[in-house]
T-cell receptor, first 113, second 115 residues
Framework: DQQVKQNSPSLSVQEGRISILNCDYTNSMFDYFLWYKKYPAEGPTFLIS?????DKNEDGRFTVFLNKSAKHLSLHIVPSQPGDSAVYFCAADSNFGNEKLTFGTGTRLTIIP | DSGVTQTPKHLITATGQRVTLRCSPRSGDLSVYWYQQSLDQGLQFLIQYYNGEERAKGNILERFSAQQFPDLHSELNLSSLELGDSALYFC??????????????FGPGTRLTVT
């Protein structure tokens, strides 16, 4: 039962353009969402998060949007840079019950120079 | 560098064997989490320890066990290994007990190959 889904395994974007990575979730108890970035041979690193009381959170070139009614979130990177090439994982957590991060399967983003 | 160390980096072993993966958390962190990432899968939460005590359990098989020692390092023991146990195993640490309130810092992972 995949409660967090990233339906695009890969995405290629031209340098300077906007990258949009999508994530869907099914568990309505999730109320905190995170994006992690992973380079090869390294562990995931935290990128940005959003609480369910907000619908947008911005940090520099990275913005996360949350649509609770659609159970959908997206990560926008603008402008995209070659160093953004990595695997991006969406994760969700709940303040109710068994707190644990539930991860999506990841999207491999390639920025084309 | 997250400050979380994992050893070994790679491990190749045969079916039926037992292995131990080791994790040292960031200095000052009290929580250790273990995750398994199989091919084309997301990270699956296995188990969490906080200050030496088991705090949360995910889909961890009975063949797997873990512990956290007084110096806060943790070991994940995998026994009666099967081909399907081949995966990347990540350890993460955080300061507090709650995954909800405290950022997790991940180690580089141990790649286990069972042949």
């Amino acid at each position: 039962d995949q409660q967090v889904k990233q339906n695009s395994p890969s995405l290629s974007v031209q340098e300077g353009r906007i990258s949009i990575l999508n994530c869907d979730y099914t568990n309505s108890m999730f109320d905190y969402f995170l994006w992690y970035k992973k380079y090869p041979a390294e562990g995931p690193t935290f990128l940005i998060s959003i609480s369910s009381i907000k619908d947008k959170n911005e940090d520099g070139r990275f913005t996360v949007f949350l649509n609770k009614s659609a159970k959908h979130l997206s990560l926008h990177i603008v402008p995209s840079q070659p160093g953004d090439s990595a695997v991006y994982f969406c994760a969700a957590d709940s303040n109710f019950g068994n707190e644990k991060l539930t991860f999506g399967t990841g999207t491999r983003l390639t920025i084309i120079p | 560098d997250s400050g979380v160390t994992q050893t070994p980096k790679h491990l190749i072993t045969a079916t039926g064997q037992r292995v131990t993966l080791r994790c040292s958390p960031r200095s000052g962190d009290l929580s250790v989490y273990w995750y398994q990432q199989s091919l084309d899968q997301g990270l699956q939460f296995l188990i969490q320890y906080y200050n030496g005590e088991e705090r949360a359990k995910g889909n961890i098989l009975e063949r797997f066990s873990a512990q956290q020692f007084p110096d806060l390092h943790s070991e994940l023991n995998l026994s009666s290994l099967e081909l399907g146990d081949s995966a990347l195993y990540f350890c993460a640490s955080s300061y507090g007990p709650s995954s909800y309130s405290y950022e997790q810092y991940f180690g580089p992972g141990t790649r286990l190959t069972v042949t």
